[in-house]
């Protein structure tokens, strides 16, 4: 069983920066691809970014790339999501996931929690 723990979301202006982290936990949490998921209220949960497991290999929805980095650090077992010029339809529940991203067919194994991301304008 794997197990996802993100922290590192808060209240941020629109423009601003937040770092996400993900710890991961488990037999397989260092050899599987990560993602983050976000889901607003009364939105649908939309995908946001991903990485493999070697970490040479990302992937991210248009909305966030050129603002949005992902990127892990497997000696720590740690997926970080850097979100640059957020904005006020950036604010979400974001949600750090471990599965299959890079190969058909893409799923998603393990949920975290979530960590709140709310942008002020």
């Known amino acids: 069983q794997v197990q996802l723990v993100e922290s590192g979301g808060g209240l941020v202006q629109a423009g601003g920066s937040l770092r996400l982290s993900c710890v991961g936990s488990?037999?397989?949490?260092?050899?599987?691809?990560m993602g983050w998921f976000r889901q607003a209220p009364g939105k649908e949960r939309e995908f946001v970014a991903a990485i493999n497991w070697s970490g040479d290999r990302t992937t991210g929805a248009d909305s966030v790339k050129g603002r949005f980095t992902i990127s892990r650090d497997g000696t720590k077992n740690t997926v970080y999501l850097q979100m640059n010029r957020l904005s006020t339809e950036d604010a979400a529940l974001y949600s750090c996931?471990?599965?299959?991203?890079?190969?058909?067919?893409?799923?998603?194994?393990?949920w975290g929690k979530g960590t709140l991301v709310i942008v002020s304008s």
């Open positions: 996931t471990a599965g299959q991203y890079f190969t058909r067919p893409y799923f998603t194994d393990y």
């Open positions: 488990g037999p397989t949490s260092s050899t599987t691809d």
